[in-house]
């Protein structure tokens, strides 16, 4: 069965702290690699999709990269409004459990 | 607004009642699909329709849980006897296209609570 797994848990950064977060897939063929984000009791908010290794998308102060077997999402300089669960995806339906940053001024 | 919309955004139940959730996806997008969430989780896979044929469902939808989408636009789910473990958040998200490789546009969800 495909499935995702997403380090690390909770993440918490100093304002302009620039980090990664990783998401590890196993899969029997890549049709594709999601990242969302998620507020606090709303639903997910798309940001990329990935679609062979090598390939990246970048967004203000997030760029996603995808390997064979792993994505990141770089935050770089991030600011207080970046804090949200970060949440990795495999096509068609199977979720990381995410990552939650909090980023503090 | 044209993004995936649900209703109602807050359920309180009692156990053993029964709840309906209704869901609008994008206009022109032809799947649509209902996840389950509860805290600290990823969205958990429910069921998915392409038009208007329910295409797979999850092990986790029981015998008590229904989906429909009789015109190939707006869908319900209807989760029959509630139990306390139904209480969760109930996402619809749907897509364009007929391959599996395509983003899918998430609703506000429904936050179901059962007493």
């Known amino acids: 069965e495909d499935q995702v797994t997403q380090s690390p848990e909770a993440l918490r950064l100093q304002e302009g702290e620039s980090s990664s977060l990783n998401c590890s897939y196993t899969?029997?063929?890549?049709?594709?690699l999601f990242w969302y984000r998620q507020d606090p009791g709303k639903g997910p908010e798309f940001l990329f999709t990935?679609?062979?290794a090598g390939e990246e998308k970048e967004k203000e102060r997030l760029k996603a990269t995808l390997t064979k077997k792993e994505s990141f999402l770089h935050i770089t300089a991030p600011k207080p409004e970046d804090s949200a669960t970060y949440l990795c995806a495999v096509p068609q339906f199977y979720f990381g459990t995410g990552t939650s940053l909090t980023v503090i001024p | 607004d044209t993004g995936v919309s649900q209703d109602p955004r807050h359920k309180i139940t009692k156990r053993g009642q029964n709840v309906t959730f209704r869901c609008d996806p994008i206009s022109e997008h032809n799947r649509l699909y209902w996840y389950r969430q509860t805290l600290g989780q990823g969205p958990e896979f429910l069921t998915y329709f392409q038009n208007e044929a329910q295409l797979e469902k999850s092990r986790l939808l029981s015998d008590r849980f229904s989906a429909e989408r009789p015109k190939g636009s707006f869908s319900t789910l209807e989760i029959q006897r509630t139990e306390q473990g139904d209480s969760a958040m109930y996402l619809c998200?749907?897509?364009f296209g007929q391959g599996a490789g395509n983003e899918q546009f998430f609703g506000p969800g429904t936050r179901l609570t059962v007493l």
């Open positions: 990935l679609y062979s």
């Open positions: 998200a749907s897509s």
């Open positions: 899969v029997s063929g890549l049709r594709g």
